[in-house]
Structure formats: structure tokens, C-alpha cells
């Protein structure tokens, strides 16, 4: 696949373009980038409702009623669960966020999450707790749509967003956003944007002053 530069143009052989990003013109989604949500929802349908054959990997569509044979009561169930944040069970982050987030907070004033959860308060609740930041170092802005992030990086002028989304992507691209996909087994289609594994990617392509 066509690599693309920080413009969206085809990038030449050998570009090191991607490793100059300002932390400050960066932000992000939260689930499926910082928290490990479907490893959760697995967690919950698992303890609640007597489902364990279910895999991450089979998970193959962000659209879990088109890849899981789940009774919609199940389905529906796990996500109420999930989004209210009743359970005993522990979200986990994805590996290297906390170093990473810690690293960029140092350099800019603030950290952006954009998330499409219909109620921030959990979720912020779940950043502060896991960044150990003043609260005026986050801010998490819960759209209730996938369609409103593009809105909220326009107006708070940031052209970058880590997103597992693939769908998202494609909205963010036509309205001249820079989509960064974070490698999921729901994103697996093909698409034209940069692509990242882990946070120690996402690293890379940020640029440090010495001693950041």
C-alpha cells in the first residue's frame, strides 16, 4: 500500500517525513488506542453472560453484530455494561500509552481525547486515574457520534488523530484531517492512511526536543 507524507501525498522512498509530528498537533481516540475496550467487552460477556469462545481476533468488524453470532440481548447487554462502567473487572491499557501520554504531557499544555461515548464521565474518570495528571492536563470531549469528531479537532485546531476506526478515518481524510490507524483485527480492510501498531510507533512520529 502506498505510503502517504504528513500532506496526504505519496511519500518518496526512504522519507523519514512521519517522524516530525508536534505532540501538540496530535490527539486521540480512547477505545481501541489507549484502553483496551474489546478486551473488556470479551471480560464482561464472558463473566455475565457464560460466553468464552470468543477471540480478539474474531472480532473482524468494529460493527460487533456483523462479525459475532450473538443473541442481540447478549450483544446489547455487554455494550451497556461496558459504556456504563459497571463491572469488577479492570480496563486495561494498551501497552505504552502511559510512557508515552507522560512523555508528550511534559511538552504541551494539554492532552486531546476525542471519543464517540455518549457521556465523558467514566472514561475521564479512567484517563486521570491511569496519567496521574492535573485534571486541566486532559481534556476528553465525548461526542455521542462518530461524525462530530471532525468537528471538535477542527475547532481546536489539531490535524493528527490516532483512530481504530476505520470508518472514522475516512470521515476525518474529507475534511482534510490526518487519520493515523491503530492496527486492530477491526480495521483490516484496505485503506490509504498511516498505519500504527503500538505506542512505541506512535512515538516515533512525534517530534522531541532532547531531554523531553
Known amino acids: 500500500m502506498e505510503e502517504r507524507t504528513l500532506s496526504g501525498?505519496?511519500?518518496?522512498?526512504?522519507?523519514?517525513?512521519?517522524g516530525h509530528i508536534d505532540p501538540g498537533n496530535l490527539a486521540f481516540d480512547i477505545d481501541g488506542v489507549v484502553a483496551n475496550t474489546m478486551r473488556l467487552f470479551l471480560?464482561?460477556?464472558?463473566?455475565?453472560?457464560g460466553i468464552n469462545h470468543i477471540?480478539?481476533?474474531?472480532?473482524?468488524?468494529?460493527?460487533?453484530?456483523?462479525?459475532l453470532d450473538l443473541d442481540p440481548e447478549v450483544l446489547l447487554g455487554g455494550i451497556r455494561i461496558l459504556l456504563q462502567g459497571d463491572y469488577?473487572?479492570?480496563?486495561h491499557p494498551m501497552s505504552g500509552s502511559r510512557r508515552v501520554l507522560a512523555r508528550m504531557a511534559r511538552t504541551v499544555p494539554r492532552l486531546l481525547f476525542v471519543t464517540a461515548r455518549p457521556n465523558r464521565a467514566y472514561i475521564a474518570g479512567w484517563l486521570q486515574d491511569l496519567l496521574a495528571l492535573p485534571e486541566?492536563?486532559?481534556?476528553?470531549?465525548?461526542?455521542g457520534s462518530f461524525e462530530a469528531k471532525t468537528d471538535v479537532l477542527?475547532?481546536?485546531?489539531?490535524?493528527?488523530?490516532?483512530?481504530?476506526?476505520l470508518e472514522t478515518c475516512f470521515l476525518l481524510a474529507e475534511a482534510n484531517l490526518t487519520p493515523i490507524?491503530?492496527?486492530?483485527?477491526?480495521?483490516r480492510q484496505p485503506h490509504p492512511f498511516k498505519e500504527v501498531g503500538g505506542w512505541d510507533e506512535i512515538e516515533a512520529l512525534l517530534r522531541f526536543t532532547p531531554g523531553d
Open 9 to 18: 501525498t505519496p511519500a518518496a522512498a526512504g522519507s523519514n517525513a512521519w
Open 181 to 187: 490507524v491503530y492496527r486492530q483485527p477491526w480495521n
Open 43 to 49: 471480560d464482561i460477556v464472558r463473566d455475565n453472560y
Open 88 to 91: 469488577p473487572h479492570t480496563l
Open 136 to 143: 486541566a492536563a486532559i481534556e476528553v470531549v465525548a461526542t
Open 154 to 165: 477542527r475547532e481546536a485546531g489539531v490535524q493528527y488523530f490516532v483512530e481504530d476506526r
Open 55 to 67: 477471540r480478539l481476533e474474531d472480532i473482524t468488524s468494529y460493527n460487533l453484530e456483523d462479525c
